[in-house]
């Protein structure tokens, strides 16, 4: 090592720092989509989630671009299993997309913001299962406490909250993927949105010719569709760029960000109803991210002490 050159240690917590700069910024963006998602409800959340895609790739080109990136995409899609890898969270984000705006056009905000809300507590649980991540005590009793609140949400509606468990549980697989699949974040994004590039293209053409589009009908409607696929690109650059810096659970700390945004909007300007047994579940929910919050400023403390003897 040079003199110039850094300490590895100083070049990991500089990467960290990275992450939890860019795990923010991404959760931010996602917080604001809700409302701006709620001024075209009129258009069908088909067409929202194709138009992501196909404005993400305009996006993804540029960046790939820009950072002469392209020469690693040829190489990844030379892999067949990065490809089906790719293949197979290209399809499980649109999946999650389609139904997300559809929960925020039919009035279920809340309970979409539910499905993130859990989605921190689902990271420790794929953390330790698939990434060997060790659950603490105060983690456990974090996912015990979000249980309890599911279940209160369980048996107050009389069924189970199937569409934030789905989107919470989804996004959750999406991200475990990402981490551990061998490309890097903007190429990795790149690839995803050029496999769907083509169908998309497919769908708006279709239905472009059944007149069933708003792409095109008005200004208002083809610049939001746009901006579906910029506002998309910067939130999952944003997050595929915190994933490779950052623990799989500590990504879960900042996951709260977003739903509280969501939830917020949904209650506070979508005017949807909150009664005593879902603001219970919500609390304890609250409860748990606090819970889990604590515990990974803890041991991050901890891994920090551990580290400066050995800096000394």
Not at 67 to 77: E, P, W, Y
Not at 277 to 299: P, T
Request: hydrophobic share 60%; glycine share 8%; proline share 4%.
């Amino acid at each position: 090592m040079s003199a110039i050159d850094p300490p590895v240690s100083a070049v990991h917590l500089s990467e960290a720092k990275k992450g939890l700069v860019y795990g923010v910024a991404a959760h931010l963006v996602w917080g604001v989509m809700a409302y701006y998602f709620k001024l075209i409800q009129d258009v069908s959340p088909l067409e929202v989630a194709v138009h992501r895609g196909l404005w993400s790739l305009a996006v993804a080109v540029v960046v790939i671009w820009v950072l002469g990136q392209f020469d690693d995409v040829r190489k990844a899609l030379a892999s067949p299993r990065i490809f089906l890898t790719l293949l197979f969270t290209s399809l499980l984000i649109v999946f999650n997309w389609g139904f997300y705006v559809w929960s925020i056009q039919n009035g279920r905000t809340i309970e979409a913001s539910l499905g993130y809300y859990i989605n921190p507590l689902l990271n420790v649980v794929a953390g330790a299962v698939f990434l060997g991540e060790r659950f603490t005590r105060m983690q456990l009793v974090a996912l015990a406490v979000a249980v309890v609140a599911v279940l209160i949400q369980t048996i107050a509606a009389g069924v189970v909250p199937w569409l934030g468990l789905m989107l919470g549980s989804t996004f959750c697989l999406y991200g475990l993927i990402r981490k551990t699949v061998n490309v890097g974040a903007t190429q990795g994004f790149f690839i995803e949105v050029l496999i769907i590039f083509l169908p998309a293209l497919a769908i708006a053409a279709w239905m472009g010719g059944t007149g069933e589009a708003a792409f095109l009908t008005t200004p208002f409607y083809t610049l939001m569709l746009i901006g579906c696929g910029i506002l998309t690109a910067a939130a999952l650059l944003f997050f595929a760029a915190a994933i490779k810096r950052i623990r799989y659970s500590t990504a879960g700390l900042m996951q709260y960000i977003s739903p509280s945004l969501v939830f917020l909007t949904a209650v506070f300007i979508f005017g949807e109803p909150m009664n005593a047994w879902r603001w219970l579940s919500f609390a304890l929910l609250w409860v748990a991210l606090a819970i889990y919050s604590y515990a990974a400023i803890k041991e991050g403390r901890r891994m920090q002490e551990a580290q400066e003897p050995a800096q000394a």
